[in-house]
């Protein structure tokens, strides 16, 4: 790079309290930045990631510390830098899009107030600010952006709300971005027009940006170098052409291969279906999200349900479970109607039916221990209590591969992102449910872990007699596990089937559109394809 350097990171130590000892999380790592460039960061849950970047910003989260190294942001020691100098940084000149949008947002105020916050403090007028917003949001393909702004987060969807976040950090032109996994939650549709909106803005002001990733095939297409590391250590370094080309670690080359877990085709089933959604209609306010939707979930089976942020695929998952009653239309679990309304359904009823939530980080109360996050369905729904539950929850974290002793009186602000998910996981397998909405639940791993979470629920799917619905936009992750394919768009169903139909052509015009839409692992994949669409 021929740019000047902004941020060089020398030999950064960083530990995690763990009761009365620090254990080392990040160990003697090295980093040079230049301005306009692209560092991508990979590695497995846990392996360092979002730490690295938060100390990049001289942050270390809460139970952390950063105990030796050199951190210099543009020629500024930011572990001797006051605090109050590090915060008249952040948002100005070092920016940070969070892995979850969700936790991350006031839930009291509006989007478009949130996003002027900084500008306002830089004596930006409210006006132009509000109006810069409008811009941002229309470059991130938000839908209706002179509207969007004026709702609070909930009123959004999540792939909404974290581009909704992105605009947020790119609001004062900052000289360093840091990227937390910010497209784990975008359809691959939006995620081309957020990755081409976010390397504009790169090139167009000059700006740096780290972005951690654990999708191999996102990072090679937005970062000019990539960064291996591994339980906080790093592996390897190279420009992004020859790491994709010639990985030379061992560890590099296992990332490269993942994703080889195919389920084999499994006959249609004949008996009646465990669930069944009948032309259900449903909404927020006047506004129907839902439009006459129906399919069904057989026994044992998976279904996916795919399509863009804000096609519904969530919505449906809360009539099912009894949080939002529908305008029309009604669920059938054996045949029976289920009550609209969650609150009428007994305990008996309540437990078939399990969701594990996209977002963990807002999914899991902070304040439990793992032992009682895990433990509350299993002591509601089971009625299990003392020894019989603790080695229920440690029988669940040994299931979704967290070592009991070490993880069992943890806090969930003690946990990477993918390891939270997998709480998530662990509290819905709690109550020996029937049937698991399964909403984005492998989005926030990465591709070592995701692997080995759907071997996981395969596995429990065949012992157990399991049924999942899926929603998802990986695509690969629909090849990978599922039985049959439910594609939404505007909160209708485009088309229904086994996998094997919907995946073969001729497609459906909005179908082709998703699959053409999947990243793949060449540098220039995404300049291709926003050819082809111009």
């Known amino acids: 790079m021929t740019g000047e350097v902004l941020l060089q990171i020398k030999d950064l130590h960083v530990e995690g309290r763990a009761g009365d ?36 910003m001289g942050f270390a989260r809460d139970g952390c510390r950063i105990s030796g190294g050199d951190i210099r942001f543009d020629g500024i020691d930011l572990r001797q830098t006051p605090e109050r100098g590090k915060r008249a940084l952040r948002g100005r000149r070092i920016a940070y899009v969070a892995q979850s949008a969700a936790a991350s947002f006031n839930p009291a105020h509006k989007l ?44 959004v969807s999540g792939g909404q ?11 004062c032109h900052p000289d360093l971005i840091i990227f937390d996994e910010p497209t784990t939650a975008l359809d691959v549709t939006t995620q081309i027009e957020v990755l081409a909106a976010i390397r504009d803005i790169v090139r167009d002001y000059d700006t740096a940006a780290i972005y951690i990733t654990h999708d191999l095939a996102v990072v090679a297409q937005m970062a000019d170098r990539i960064k291996i590391l591994l339980r906080g250590q790093e592996v390897e370094e190279a420009d992004t052409r020859t ?3 010639a990985p030379k670690a061992d560890y590099t080359k296992s990332l490269w291969a993942v994703r ?102 807002t999914a899991l109360n902070p304040k439990l221990r793992l032992r009682d996050l895990i433990g509350r369905p299993a002591q509601m729904y089971l009625g299990l209590s003392g020894r019989a539950l603790d080695a229920r929850v440690r029988d669940l974290l040994a299931l979704i591969e967290l070592e009991p002793d070490s993880y069992i009186d943890r806090l969930p602000s003690e946990l990477s992102g993918g390891q939270k998910q997998r709480i998530g996981i662990a509290r819905a397998l709690a109550a020996e449910p029937r049937l698991i909405i399964c909403d984005e639940v492998t989005s926030a791993l990465d591709q070592i872990v995701q692997e080995g979470i759907l071997r996981l629920l395969d596995k429990l799917q065949r ?12 695509l690969a992750t629909v090849r990978a596990i599922a039985d049959d394919v439910v594609v939404m ?46």
């Open 21 to 56: 000892a620090w254990l080392p999380i990040l160990r003697g790592i090295d980093l040079t930045l230049h301005r306009g460039e692209v560092l991508g960061v990979i590695g497995e849950s846990g392996a360092g990631k979002s730490t690295l970047g938060l100390a990049a």
């Open 112 to 155: 478009i107030d949130q996003y002027s916050e900084v500008p306002l403090l830089t004596g930006m007028a409210r006006r132009t600010a509000q109006a810069e917003a409008v811009a941002l949001y229309r470059k991130m393909q938000l839908p209706n952006p002179e509207e969007i702004g004026f709702r609070y987060p909930h009123q």
């Open 161 to 171: 709300l974290q581009r909704a976040m992105t605009a947020m950090a790119m609001a």
């Open 243 to 245: 790491m994709l080309a």
């Open 260 to 361: 080889s877990f195919a389920r084999p085709e499994r006959p249609a089933p004949k008996e009646a279906p465990l669930l069944s959604v009948q032309g259900v209609t449903a909404g927020y306010g006047k506004i129907d999200i839902l439009k006459d939707v129906s399919f069904d979930i057989p026994a044992g089976r998976t279904v996916a349900v795919v399509g863009e942020s804000g096609s519904g695929k969530s919505t449906v998952a809360r009539v099912i479970t009894g949080l939002l009653p529908p305008r029309g239309g009604q669920v059938l679990l054996d045949g029976v109607p289920l009550p609209q309304d969650y609150r009428a359904r007994p305990r008996a009823l309540l437990r078939q039916c399990q969701m594990i939530y996209q977002m963990a980080d």
């Open 463 to 474: 012992e157990l007699g399991l049924a999942y619905m899926f929603i998802t936009h990986d």
């Open 489 to 534: 768009q505007h909160g209708k169903v485009v088309e229904a089937g086994p996998k094997a139909e919907i995946f073969a052509p001729p497609h459906a015009p909005y179908t082709e559109l998703l699959l053409s839409s999947v990243p793949e692992m060449n540098p220039d994949w995404l300049t291709g394809v926003l050819q082809r669409r111009q």
